[in-house]
């Protein structure tokens, strides 16, 4: 049986999947082998980044068949996650032994409360994206760590609308050393799950030549101080 941790955690990477649309007139995809399937289609062309999260297939011949024919239609890639609400394996199996995995993705979920909080160094200082000059600065962090250069537009256009809309999906953050631009940071904030209030750090990523300098751990300690003051 799917945990409410569980639950949080695959709501706030959806959260972060649908506030990466494009268009909030996208078409809306449906799975008529499993209705209870969430279609999430962004129009990014780049791996992960449009979804299909299976949750009860009627069989497993059906839902792959219609999966195929969507990645046909979009004419882009198309990510099938499995999530704990499945019962059988072998929808899981198939996709393993005829499609290209990624790997297993992780997610962890942390009560605020009960989060311990670690100095890090003063030379490292974190600021909250609030303009384009810095949404810019965002993306060609992003885009250079995750080698996703060609979809720098893109990332920009989000992390601008975040700026300029009243609830943002995300909190954007940039971190500093010694007042140079390191890393970049997302707190994900889900508006819609309502078992408990919750957060995801997400796009967490430093420059190599910044590494090993206690960024990464600053940028967490903010973000966990931001869901707290949030929550």
Not at 48 to 60: E, R
């Amino acid at each position: 049986m799917i945990t409410t941790e569980q639950k949080a955690v695959r709501s706030t990477f959806m959260e972060f999947q649908n506030s990466l649309k494009q268009s909030n007139n996208f078409h809306q995809y449906t799975i008529q082998s499993d209705l209870d399937a969430v279609c999430i289609i962004t129009g990014i062309n780049a791996d992960l980044f449009n979804s299909v999260f299976i949750q009860h297939p009627k069989t497993v011949s059906a839902c792959l068949n219609e999966l195929q024919k969507l990645k046909q239609q979009i004419n882009l890639p198309l990510t099938a996650w499995t999530t704990h609400g499945i019962t059988s394996q072998e929808i899981e199996r198939y996709l393993k032994n005829n499609c290209k995995s990624p790997g297993t993705f992780f997610g962890m979920s942390l009560e605020i409360s009960e989060a311990k909080l670690s100095p890090y160094p003063q030379e490292i200082t974190i600021e909250q994206i609030t303009n384009e000059t810095q949404a810019n600065i965002f993306a060609e962090i992003f885009c250079k760590v995750f080698n996703m250069q060609n979809n720098k537009k893109d990332i920009l256009a989000w992390a601008n609308k975040q700026c300029n809309v009243q609830a943002p999906n995300s909190i954007n953050s940039l971190a500093k050393i010694n007042n140079t631009y390191a890393g970049a940071s997302s707190l994900m904030i889900d508006q819609h799950f309502d078992l408990f209030n919750t957060g995801g750090l997400y796009n967490a990523c430093v420059l190599p030549q910044f590494r090993q300098n206690g960024i990464g751990l600053a940028m967490a300690m903010i973000e966990f101080i931001r869901l707290n003051d949030l929550t």
